[in-house]
């Protein structure tokens, strides 16, 4: 998988950060997805706008894989499974100025950006994004399709639950757990476990409302 030629999903912010990812790693990419059909042509960085779905539905699944350049982690799941059951592979992608240790262990589809740091006994999940800078200490656990922000760190044996996203510069102290779908806010200390599905945020970070209540707002 790792010698296929690359499309992006997501021609936006993080779909950019994707792409330099990928060159930087001396990927051969032939350029983006994103919906519309109208920007098929259009140009980001130095590469075009392929097409949508459409276009992805004509091609070949397996002249080339598929990386994931969504930042939302829910559309990125619901992204990552349809191309998976069309019969398209998931490129994983790791910058060159990330540090993975040989006994860590990446998932299908995750991303680690420069800089960022993934130690040994860590678990990074299928999908998931190690954002610039951030740091998975030893023995910790990120789940499927969960975002570790930049400059976040996850201490020793701490964990961020399925489709979670611990926020910019936000800190888990050692083995301290994460739950589903959790928002952990920007610069926030985490020094006690999270239930599933809450927006917590400060220092220490205190629960402020659920994820429910978010998405009805």
Same mark, same amino acid.
């Given at each position: 998988?790792?010698?296929?030629?690359?499309?992006?999903?997501?021609?936006?912010?993080?779909?950019?950060?994707?792409?330099?990812?990928?060159?930087?790693?001396?990927?051969?990419?032939?350029?983006?997805?994103?919906?519309?059909?109208?920007?098929?042509?259009?140009?980001?960085?130095?590469?075009?706008?392929?097409?949508?779905?459409?276009?992805?539905?004509?091609?070949?699944?397996?002249?080339?894989?598929?990386?994931?350049?969504?930042?939302?982690?829910?559309?990125?799941?619901?992204? $990552? /499974?349809?191309?998976? *059951?069309?019969?398209?592979? =998931? &490129?994983?992608? #790791?910058?060159?100025? !990330?540090? +993975?240790?040989?006994?860590?262990?990446?998932?299908?589809?995750?991303?680690?950006?420069?800089?960022?740091?993934?130690?040994?006994?860590?678990?990074?999940?299928?999908?998931?994004?190690?954002?610039?800078?951030?740091?998975v200490e030893h023995d910790a656990v990120v789940g499927d399709?969960?975002?570790?922000?930049?400059?976040?760190?996850?201490?020793?044996?701490?964990?961020?639950?399925?489709?979670?996203?611990?926020?910019?510069? $936000? /800190?888990?102290?050692? *083995?301290?757990?994460?739950? =589903? &779908?959790?928002? #952990?806010?920007?610069? !926030?200390? +985490?020094?006690?476990?999270?239930?599933?599905?809450?927006?917590?945020?400060?220092?220490?970070?205190?629960?402020?409302?659920?994820?429910?209540?978010?998405?009805?707002?």
């Amino acid at each position: 998988m790792m010698g296929l030629r690359v499309v992006i999903s997501g021609a936006g912010g993080h779909g950019k950060v994707i792409a330099d990812a990928l060159f930087c790693a001396g990927a051969e990419m032939l350029g983006f997805i994103e919906a519309g059909p109208s920007l098929a042509g259009l140009r980001v960085l130095d590469f075009p706008i392929l097409g949508d779905d459409g276009w992805l539905a004509s091609q070949s699944r397996t002249s080339f894989a598929i990386a994931l350049g969504i930042g939302d982690n829910e559309v990125r799941q619901r992204l $990552a /499974s349809a191309y998976t *059951s069309a019969g398209f592979q =998931l &490129r994983t992608v #790791i910058h060159p100025n !990330a540090v +993975v240790s040989r006994w860590a262990t990446v998932g299908e589809g995750a991303s680690i950006l420069a800089g960022a740091i993934v130690n040994p006994g860590a678990s990074i999940g299928r999908g998931a994004i190690i954002n610039t800078g951030a740091v998975v200490e030893h023995d910790a656990v990120v789940g499927d399709f969960a975002h570790v922000a930049p400059h976040s760190t996850l201490a020793g044996g701490a964990a961020l639950g399925a489709l979670s996203l611990l926020g910019t510069g $936000a /800190s888990v102290k050692p *083995s301290t757990k994460i739950g =589903l &779908r959790c928002i #952990i806010g920007a610069g !926030a200390t +985490v020094t006690e476990d999270i239930p599933d599905a809450v927006v917590a945020m400060g220092v220490p970070a205190r629960i402020s409302r659920s994820t429910a209540a978010r998405a009805k707002s």
